[in-house]
């Protein structure tokens, strides 16, 4: 028979079985064969009896056990099946659990092995990879999903939006999609902080639309490995210096001053007061290359230039002569941005190693402390792939010597 339990009633069941509260109906106290006693809330549902544990006595006493069964009473009141909606709690939890565990880097990475099975190119992958890395991971790379806000994304953005447009505009669809596929997945909810149509494009300028200031003319990059070829088939010797100044991305003043004294075992080292940033520079040069000034020295055997005329060097106008007969519409200089635009959007070579390539001078004192090394194996390894990139299509390198 039911009644209204006591401290002195629990404390005095010493025989196994169950004892029910009168107070809140389906409260019942379990009196287990090592006399154990555990709080229970007995109900039934669709003609089945369901138990649910409220905890054991006396950690649960008397009055925390009957506010707990009378919470699940108002469950079942309410027309909800107290069990299935402790479930949904415990799923709810584990979800929030997820949540915070699964951070945009981890998760980058997993939507990236997921989109190789698409990619026939292996180098999207790498584009995708090296955009993450270089803006977004060190912005909001170890942030929760959903703890990513329009803020966040802005920061990334906003300080490559105007001369990195391309690039920029690549990694906020990027940003979008993996944040669209954490959704999806219930990691974060809410509007994506990435969407451009009716969200970033009211804050930021159209791509097509802004404005760049182009101090040199500068050709495509995917238009280089006709230059190149055009130039081989020239095989003079303003056309060789021009090949070398675009496979090397040098400026024109160090290839017309150069000196075969500066090459030593592949390497050529330009002395700091050739140099604009008055500091001196190191080249690890190609396979072609190397050909280039091969075929030079054989033309000019007894000049100490790298690309001379009558044992002078070219004039400054040498190349810009070659541009103008193949009717390409760059400058020399140009060729600098090209290689530029190249390395951002088609490779993996990090911000650091490009601009190390180009012998760009560091503005800020405590980077240029940090870049003490030139990192010569990996910008040997950024004009290797440039090379290829250059002589695409083109298996037949090697320009022969013509006879005089």
Known sequence: MAKNLTFKHVENFKTPGRYTDALVRGLHIWVKPNLKKYWIFR????GKQHNISLGPYPKVSISEARIKAQSERDKLNQGLNPLTQRKKTKETVLAEQVRANKTFRSFSLECLEKKRLEWSNHKHAKQWLYTLEE???????????????MEHILSILSPIWANKTETASRLRGRLEWILAAATTLRLREGPNPATWRGHLQTILPAPKKISRTK????????????VICQLQELCTMGALALEFTILNASRSGEVFGGLRSEIDDGLWTIPAERMKAKKEHRI?????????????????????????RSNKPLSNMA?????????????VHGFRSTF???????????SEVIEM???????NKVEAAYRRKDLLEKRRS????????????????VVELKAA
């Open 382 to 397: 950024l004009l290797l792939d440039w090379e290829s990139h250059c002589l695409t299509n083109f298996p037949n390198n």
């Open 340 to 350: 530029r635009d190249w390395a951002s959007e088609e490779t993996s070579h990090s």
């Open 43 to 46: 109900y039934a549902s669709n």
């Open 215 to 226: 101090h040199f003319k500068a050709l495509p990059y995917r238009q280089i490995p006709s």
């Open 135 to 149: 803006f977004a991971f060190p912005v909001i790379g170890d942030l929760a999903l959903d703890k990513i806000t």
């Open 284 to 308: 690890p040069l190609s396979p072609r290359s190397l050909e280039i000034l091969a075929v030079a020295s054989a033309m000019e055997p007894e000049s100490k230039y790298l690309f001379s």
């Open 319 to 331: 190349m810009a002569m070659i541009l103008r007969r193949l009717k390409v519409d760059a400058t």
């Open 357 to 363: 390539a180009l012998a760009h001078a560091i503005q």
